[in-house]
């Protein structure tokens, strides 16, 4: 079945680690993108890469970095710079141009203690 | 700037009740509309989306949305409310080109009273 994984499902973390979070698809989708969620909040978008070798910021970069070295894979690291890390990530793609709706992997909740 | 508002953070029905969760949309251009819903600790599943064709949207699990662009309104519906109704809900549009450009509503949480 095609689709997205996020791995771990549950990430616990010493405050000023890094974390790397993973994601990844065999959709053979263009476009990936990261979302931070807090709760009762919507969606905030942090990073997102329409091809590989290529990304650019979302609403809330600062402390968060990305790499898209291949087509299906679009790892979010959060850094110690990011200030309130505790969260529900959530990874996403689009086929293409993107203007059809975001497929969304099960998500990966860090808590950082 | 798109945006969308999502009227009630909390809605609660009782089983069987017609469901009715509120989207208004801002937007410059004509726009692509979505509905998700989110269960607890999972990701988002596409229920419904329009995009330019019939103005009436039927999605799965019995929801509706009607596009109404002289109320700029995405409104979901469902005749008759089930347990396995209660999620988040959220609403979404689609800013321009490249897909980066979704805005999500702050969602609506929906609970189904016996």
């Known amino acids: 079945d095609g689709g997205i994984t996020q791995s771990p499902k549950y990430l616990f973390r010493k405050e000023g680690q890094n974390v790397t979070l993973s994601c990844e698809q065999n959709?053979?989708?263009?476009?990936m993108y990261w979302y931070r969620q807090d709760p009762g909040q919507g969606l905030r978008l942090i990073y997102y890469?329409?091809?590989?070798?290529?990304?650019q910021k979302g609403d809330i970069a600062e402390g968060y970095s990305v790499s898209r070295e291949k087509k299906e894979s679009f790892p979010l690291t959060v850094t110690s710079a990011q200030k309130n890390p505790t969260a529900f990530y959530l990874c996403?793609?689009?086929?293409?141009?993107?203007?059809?709706?975001?497929?969304f992997g099960p998500g990966t909740r860090l808590t950082v203690l | 700037a798109q945006s969308v508002t999502q009227l009630g953070s909390h809605v609660s029905v009782s089983e069987g009740a017609l469901v009715l969760l509120r989207c208004n949309y801002s937007?410059?251009?004509?726009?692509?509309l979505f509905w998700y819903v989110q269960y607890p600790n999972q990701g988002l599943q596409l229920l419904l989306k329009?995009?330019?064709?019939?103005?009436l949207v039927k999605g799965i699990n019995g929801f509706e949305a009607e596009f109404k662009k002289s109320e700029t309104s995405f409104h979901l519906t469902k005749p008759s409310a089930h347990m396995s109704d209660a999620a988040e809900y959220f609403c979404?549009?689609?800013?321009?080109?490249?897909?980066?450009?979704?805005?999500f509503g702050p969602g609506t949480r929906l609970s189904v009273l016996p």
């Open positions: 979404a549009v689609s800013r321009g080109n490249y897909g980066q450009n979704f805005v």
């Open positions: 959709l053979n989708h263009d476009a």
């Open positions: 996403a793609s689009t086929p293409g141009q993107g203007l059809g709706e975001q497929f």
């Open positions: 890469s329409q091809i590989v070798n290529d990304f």
């Open positions: 937007s410059s251009v004509p726009p692509y």
């Open positions: 329009y995009t330019s064709a019939a103005t």
